[in-house]
C-alpha cells in the first residue's frame, strides 16, 4: 500500500539540482574506475617513493576515486525519501530487488562464465570463486565476500539501504541527531556483522535522506559544500603527507585510518558538488549529462573489461612502474566508456537483456533529431532504481 502520510513533506526537486545530479553521476561513475584499473604487481603500490605518476596514480585512485562513491550514496539516499512515498515500504523493496539485486545476479553471472572460459583456454583458474554454495553465493550476491565483479558490492549494499530506508526516515523525522549518531556507531564497529560490506555507505545513504526531509534551499547546499570544500583542502593535503611518508593505511590504527577516510569522503562530497554548479554550463557538464544515460552499465561492466583488457594491456605496456603503464591507466576508463555506450546500444532493443543488464531502462538511439532528444522518464537509464540518481523528478 502507498504510504501517503510521508507525501506531504516531499518538495519537488529543483531543476538546477537535477543537472548537478546528472553530471555528478556520471562523473563520480567515471572517477571511481581509476580504482579497479589493475596494477599487475604483488606489494603495495603506496609502499615506494613517490615520483610524479606515483602522486598522479594516488590522486585519482585514492582520492578522487575511491572518495567519488560518497556522494553517490549522499544523492541515493536524497532521492529514496520521494520513492518511498510515493511506493510505500513494500512496492519500494518490490522495485529495488529488480532494479538493484537482477543486474547483481546477471553481471556476476556474465563474470563467472567469462572466467570459467579463460579457464578452460589457459589453465589458470586463480580468479574463480571456491566451487561451494556459500563461495558462490557470495560470488553472484556478496553475502559476506566481495563478488567476482567487485564493484558490484555497491548494489548489494545499496539494496540493504533501501531495505532500512523505512525505519531511517522515521529516526531522522523523529530524533535526526540520535539517528545519525547511531549510523556512525554502526560505522565505526559494524564490519564484521555481515549486514553491509561498507557499513560506512549506510551513513552517507542516511545524510542524503536527512537532507531531503530538511528540504534546504540550493543557496544553502552550496554553502554547506563550500565549507566542506575547506575541509578538503586539509584532507588532501593530510593524504598526501601520508603519501610522501610512505605511511600504509592499511597499517593504522583501524579508528584512526575510519576516521580519515570518513573525513575524506565526506569533504570530497562537498567538494564534488561544487564542481557540478561551477561547470554546469560549461561542454564538460553537456557531455556528462549525455554520457549519464549510460552510467549504472558503465558502472556494471568496466571491471569485466578491466580484467581481461587489462590484461592484454600490461603485455604492452606493462605494469604499475613502467614508464608505460600510465597509458594503461588513463586509456581504459575511456575505452569503458565506449564499450558501455556500445553496448548498451547494442541491447537496446531486448527488453529481456535491458531487464537482466540495466535494470530494464532502455537509451535512445545514438542518432536521432533533435526534437527527440528528450527522452521519457521512465524509460531513462538515471532513475533511483539505479543508485537514485535520476535526472528529474522528486
Not at 556476476?108 to 567469462?114: D, G, P, R, S, T
Not at 563461495?135 to 565483479?149: E, K, Q
Request: charged residues 15%; proline residues 5%; hydrophobic residues 55%.
Amino acid at each position: 500500500m502507498k504510504n501517503n502520510t510521508l507525501q506531504p513533506a516531499i518538495a519537488r526537486v529543483p531543476p538546477e539540482l537535477s543537472e548537478r545530479v546528472r553530471i555528478a553521476r556520471f562523473l563520480c561513475i567515471f572517477l571511481m574506475m581509476f580504482v579497479h584499473v589493475q596494477a599487475g604487481i604483488a606489494e603495495n603500490v603506496y609502499d615506494r617513493d613517490a615520483g610524479v605518476f606515483d602522486i598522479v596514480y594516488f590522486v585519482f585512485s585514492r582520492l578522487l576515486g575511491l572518495s567519488s562513491v560518497s556522494l553517490l550514496s549522499v544523492v541515493s539516499g536524497y532521492f529514496i525519501v520521494s520513492s518511498l512515498a510515493k511506493a510505500g515500504a513494500w512496492r519500494l523493496s518490490l522495485s529495488k530487488l529488480r532494479t538493484l539485486v537482477v543486474p547483481l545476479v546477471a553481471w556476476n553471472l556474465l563474470m563467472l562464465a567469462l572466467l570459467a572460459v579463460y579457464g578452460l583456454l589457459t589453465g589458470k583458474w586463480q580468479d574463480m570463486p571456491e566451487l561451494s554454495v556459500m563461495g558462490l553465493a557470495d560470488a553472484i550476491l556478496a553475502l559476506v565476500n566481495w563478488p567476482v565483479d567487485v564493484p558490484l558490492w555497491f548494489l548489494r549494499d545499496l539494496f540493504v539501504c533501501c531495505l532500512l530506508s523505512p525505519l531511517l526516515y522515521a529516526g531522522l523525522k523523529r530524533l535526526p541527531v540520535v539517528t545519525i549518531l547511531a549510523l556512525v556507531v554502526f560505522m565505526v564497529f559494524g564490519d564484521g556483522w555481515f549486514i553491509m560490506q561498507r557499513p560506512q555507505l549506510l551513513l552517507f545513504f542516511g545524510l542524503g535522506m536527512w537532507l531531503r526531509i530538511a528540504n534546504p534551499e540550493m543557496h544553502t547546499i552550496d554553502r554547506v559544500a563550500r565549507l566542506l570544500a575547506v575541509g578538503l583542502a586539509v584532507m588532501i593535503a593530510v593524504f598526501l603527507t601520508i603519501r610522501f611518508q610512505r605511511i600504509l593505511l592499511s597499517e593504522m590504527d583501524e579508528t584512526l585510518r575510519l576516521a580519515l577516510d570518513t573525513l575524506l569522503r565526506v569533504t570530497m562530497a562537498g567538494g564534488f558538488w561544487l564542481f557540478t554548479g561551477a561547470i554546469r554550463h560549461s561542454m564538460l557538464a553537456s557531455l556528462c549529462m549525455r554520457m549519464e544515460p549510460y552510467a549504472f552499465f558503465l558502472f556494471c561492466s568496466h571491471a569485466i573489461l578491466f580484467n581481461f583488457g587489462g590484461m592484454a594491456f600490461r603485455r604492452f605496456f606493462g605494469n604499475y612502474g613502467s614508464d608505460l603503464f600510465p597509458v594503461t591507466f588513463f586509456s581504459l576508463p575511456v575505452i569503458a566508456v565506449f564499450c558501455a555506450v556500445a553496448g548498451l546500444q547494442t541491447i537496446r532493443g531486448s527488453r529481456v537483456l535491458l531487464f537482466l543488464f540495466n535494470a530494464g531502462h532502455g537509451v535512445p538511439p545514438l542518432r536521432q533529431s533533435p526534437q527527440k532528444d528528450r527522452v521519457p522518464e521512465r524509460s531513462r537509464t538515471g532513475s533511483p532504481d539505479q543508485m537514485a540518481l535520476r535526472r528529474g523528478k522528486g
